[in-house]
C-alpha cells in the first residue's frame, strides 16, 4: 500500500489538478477570515470550508490517472487496493492542507472570544481546531468516495451529487461536521474551546465505511 501511496501522490503532483481544489479554499478563507477576528469562529469557519475541497480532491485523484494505467495498477495490486490509495492519497492531502490552515489562521486571528471578553489561549485553540479540521476532512473525502468514480461513472450525477453532500454534512443536524464546527462557534461565544473527539471518531468511522464502499464497488466493476 505504502508504493500505491507514493505513486497516486506523485500522479497528483506531477498532474497540478490539485491546483483549483487548494486555490478554491486559499480564496474561502482570504474571504472569510479576517485578522483580529476571534480565534474560534475563524477556526470554524475554517474546518467547514475544509469539507467542499476535500471532496473535490477526491474527484481529482479517482479521474486523474490515465484509463490504461489504471488498469496495469489494477491488475498488479487489485482493483480495490488501488482504488483505496486514491482515496488515502486525497484526505492525505486535505489533512495536511487543513492543518496548515488552521495552524495560519490561529496565528492571524484575535486570540479571544467574541467581543474580546474572553482569552483564548492560542495553542488551546489549535488543539480545539485540528480534530474539527480534521473532522471536516475525513466527511469531504467520505462524500467524494461516494460521487466519484466508480460509484457515480456519469459526470453530470456525481458532481451536483458531490455538491449536495458536502451542503449535507455541514449543515445537517447531527453531522459530525456540523457539531464541530457549531462547537467551535459555540465556544467562541464562553471563551472555552471544545474538542470534538466525539464527532472525529464518527467521522472516521463512517468515511472508513465510505471507503470500504467504494473499493468493494471497484472490484466489482472493474473488468
Do not use: K
Not at 486535505?94 to 486570540?111: D, K, N, W
Request: charged share 10%.
Amino acid at each position: 500500500m505504502t508504493a500505491l501511496l507514493r505513486y497516486q501522490t506523485d500522479l497528483l503532483l506531477r498532474s497540478q489538478r490539485w491546483l483549483p481544489p487548494v486555490i478554491l479554499y486559499v480564496v474561502f478563507l482570504g474571504v472569510g477570515v479576517q485578522s483580529g477576528q476571534p480565534v474560534l469562529n475563524s477556526l470554524g469557519y475554517t474546518a467547514a470550508a475544509l469539507l467542499p475541497v476535500a471532496a473535490w480532491l477526491v474527484r481529482v485523484c479517482a479521474t486523474g490517472e490515465p484509463p490504461a494505467a489504471r488498469a496495469c495498477v489494477a491488475a498488479a495490486r487489485g482493483p480495490a487496493r488501488a482504488h483505496l490509495a486514491c482515496l488515502l492519497t486525497a484526505l492525505l492531502v486535505a489533512v495536511l492542507l487543513g492543518a496548515a490552515a488552521t495552524l495560519a489562521v490561529t496565528f492571524i486571528s484575535a486570540p479571544a472570544s467574541d467581543g474580546h471578553r474572553v482569552h483564548v489561549a492560542p495553542l488551546r485553540a489549535a488543539a480545539a481546531g485540528l480534530p474539527a479540521t480534521l473532522t471536516c476532512a475525513l466527511l469531504g473525502t467520505a462524500v467524494g468516495a461516494l460521487t466519484a468514480q466508480p460509484v457515480l461513472r456519469s459526470t453530470g450525477r456525481a458532481v451536483p451529487a458531490m455538491l449536495l453532500g458536502a451542503l449535507l454534512a455541514v449543515v445537517s443536524a447531527g453531522s459530525p461536521a456540523q457539531a464541530a464546527v457549531s462547537g467551535l462557534v459555540t465556544g467562541s461565544r464562553t471563551g472555552r474551546a471544545p474538542m470534538a473527539l466525539l464527532p472525529l471518531a464518527a467521522a472516521a468511522l463512517l468515511t472508513a465505511a465510505a471507503f470500504t464502499a467504494a473499493a468493494w464497488t471497484c472490484s466489482r466493476r472493474s473488468p
